[in-house]
């Protein structure tokens, strides 16, 4: 059964500084790895998807890798900016179908 | 991009009641979607597939007689929440994929916020 977890919970930054966001899961027969962004009260944005193929994918400031051999994923954010705050989702495919499974997500402060 | 309409965004019910949940997928097909539920300051879980034109499929622990799942088209899926109770007043999302197979990233609702009093 595929597990998630996002480490840590919280982080809280000032504006400018590049970030990274962990994000390991136990079972590395995964076919994707997604990212999302959730702001309070609100649903998920999608922010990458990692093919299982794939290492790593690229939107704007955003750069997520994929490691499956060591059940790892990072979420990279560049030059973060008070309007990055919000929770982000890891979840990982589970086995051979389409369900994913969430980490607890981290709740992201940028200060100004 | 592919866009998923949740609705209504928040209830509030008495309990004994039944509130119905509506996706859409507004712009794409989905002959799958999903239904998830957040507590508060947790993950989102599971809770069902929801399978066009056939019945849903549910995770281990949700009560398939309480979450009415109904798919009838391409592109709407309803959850029933019946007999709510205040255990059930949770945060509840819906997705769909905006493609085929596990290639296409999953695509949420905002999310319906369920209050049973």
């Known amino acids: 059964k595929q597990e998630v977890t996002q480490i840590p919970a919280a982080l809280s930054v000032p504006e400018g500084e590049n970030l990274v966001l962990n994000c390991s899961f136990t079972?590395?027969?995964?076919?994707?790895l997604q990212w999302f962004r959730q702001d309070p009260g609100k649903g998920l944005t999608s922010l990458l998807l990692?093919?299982?193929?794939?290492r790593e994918q690229t939107s704007g400031r955003l750069n997520a890798s994929l490691d499956k051999s060591s059940g790892r994923s990072t979420l990279y954010i560049a030059a973060s900016q008070p309007g990055d705050s919000a929770t982000y989702l890891c979840?990982?495919?589970?086995?051979?179908?389409?369900?994913?499974?969430f980490g607890k997500g981290m709740k992201l402060t940028v200060n100004p | 991009g592919a866009v998923v309409s949740q609705h209504p965004s928040w209830v509030i019910c008495k309990s004994g009641t039944s509130v119905k949940i509506e996706c859409r997928s507004l712009?794409?097909?989905?002959?799958?979607m999903f239904w998830y539920r957040q507590f508060p300051k947790q993950s989102l879980m599971l809770m069902a597939t929801?399978?066009?034109?056939?019945?849903?499929?549910?995770e281990q622990g949700v009560e398939k007689d309480k979450f009415l799942i109904n798919h009838a088209s391409l592109t709407l899926s309803t959850l029933t929440v019946t007999s709510a109770h205040p255990e059930d007043s949770s945060f509840y999302i819906c997705?769909?994929?905006?493609?085929?197979?596990?290639?296409?990233?999953?695509?949420f609702g905002n999310g319906t916020r369920l209050t049973v009093t």
């Open positions: 997705s769909a994929r905006g493609g085929t197979g596990d290639s296409s990233p999953l695509h």
């Open positions: 079972d590395s027969a995964i076919y994707n």
């Open positions: 990692i093919q299982s193929s794939q």
């Open positions: 979840a990982a495919s589970q086995g051979g179908s389409e369900k994913l499974v």
């Open positions: 712009d794409f097909q989905a002959t799958t």
């Open positions: 929801s399978n066009e034109g056939s019945k849903a499929t549910y």
